[in-house]
Structure formats: structure tokens, C-alpha cells
């Protein structure tokens, strides 16, 4: 049972929660980012995030919501070829479940990995798709899903698709796994290094791991998203780094090599 059970299909949540959870979880980055008592916790200053960035938040909204309308577009789609009204699903085990969250996450892994760094070593690509998403020298939450639209066709939605249907979750578990998925994105992004917080805690690819990719001279390391850090590792592309005191206040997430 759960709490939406009897008011809105399974498909449906899985469609609209995802992006209305985005809004929540970025949008209290977005407000708490700026706050004196936070700025100890900040990977850059102020100052940096005007002056590097190349793009302005309302852009960054509109291209969010833009790359959301398509997203929702092709899960209604994906829903409807795979649901199948006159046969009850029944869930599977926890275990089941668990089980299909973690393959669901190294499909995801291996797919944005691949399609991601093809995207920076293609230099038309790069040029012309990826380099959008990189306007934000100094990420902040609300800019996760700040892409181009095809590249957010290709590394998200697709990446997203394909994950649903190699797992073999139903579409509730679905639900739990996309909400997550935008939680990792967006923790990923907000620009803060946080104690206690369980995503940069838990995971090695975190907020300061993917800070690192967008640096100039992290552009052609760490491009595995969102959860672990395993392909990078496995094919050379890891850049380590140490988090260290800002003398203006804050940490910076250091290079260990040039």
C-alpha cells in the first residue's frame, strides 16, 4: 500500500513525481544557498558563482522545465507500451526490489558514462549540445537537469528508459527509483558540502566529485553520474582530490594532479 494508492495510477506518479520533487529538493537549495550561517559550507565563493557562470537562472529555469516536458512526454509514452491495463501487477519481494535499484543504477551509471564522456571527447558535439550544461562553471542545484534539450533527450530520458526496462521493476518501483535518481542529481549539483549528508557521505561520486568535472581542469575527469564512481576508475578518467579550508571560508574540492 502506498499513500497514493486509489487516487493516481502507478504510471502517473511515476511520470510527475520526479519532476514536482526536483522543484521541492532544489528549490530549498536554492533558497538556503545564499544564507551567512551556510556560506562555511559552500565549494565556492559568491563572488566565483557570478563571475564564472555564463548563464542566468531564469534561462536555467526555463531550460529545466523545457528538458522536463519532453521527459514527461516520453515516460507517458514508455508507460502506456509497457502497462497493460487488464493484467494486475503484483510487487515483487523487497529483495527483488532492491535487487532491480541496483542493477536499474548501473545501467543508468553505464549509459550516462559512455554518452556523457562521447560527449566531451566529440568536439561538435561538445561545441554544440554538451558545452550548455557546462555554462555552469560553479553548479548550483536548481542547474542539475540545465541541458541541452537533446542532451537531455539522450542522457536522462533515454538513460532513464533504459533502466526501467532492463531492471524489470514495475512502475511503482519505478517511482522510488526515479525520485531517488532526481534526489543523487540534484544533491550532486547544489554547491554545498554538508555534514550528515547522507548522499556525499555514502557515495564517492558526490557533490565534490562531479564540482571537480566542472572545473577546466576536470573537464576530462570524473564523468560518471549519478551514483558511483566505477567506470572512471576502471578506465583511467578518475581525478582524485582533497577538500580543503577556503581562506575566505567554505572548502574547495583540490586537483591531485594537473
Known sequence: MVPWEGYVSDET??????IVLYWVYAGGYQLILHRRPLERYRLHTRAEEEEKNLVSLPAVVRGVLLQQLVQAIVAMILFMVTSDS????????????????????????????????????????????????HRLIVPYA???LY??????????TLGGAISFLVSG?????????FCFA???TVDDHCGLWLPYNIFQNWFQNNTAYHDIHHQLQGTKYNYS???????DRILGTHMPYNLVNRKEGGFEARPLRD
Open 13 to 18: 506518479m511515476g511520470t510527475f513525481a520526479p
Open 86 to 133: 487488464s493484467v494486475t501487477v503484483v510487487q515483487p519481494s523487497i529483495a527483488v526490489q532492491i535487487f532491480q535499484f541496483l542493477i536499474a543504477m548501473l545501467v543508468m551509471d553505464s549509459w550516462q558514462y559512455f554518452v556523457h564522456r562521447y560527449m566531451h571527447q566529440n568536439k561538435f558535439l561538445y561545441r554544440h549540445i554538451h558545452s550548455q550544461h
Open 142 to 144: 536548481i542547474g542539475a
Open 147 to 156: 541541458n541541452h534539450p537533446l542532451e537531455g533527450l539522450l542522457l536522462d
Open 169 to 177: 521493476m514495475t512502475p511503482r518501483t519505478a517511482v522510488f527509483f
Open 182 to 184: 532526481v534526489l543523487k
Open 225 to 231: 553520474q549519478p551514483f558511483f564512481s566505477i567506470w
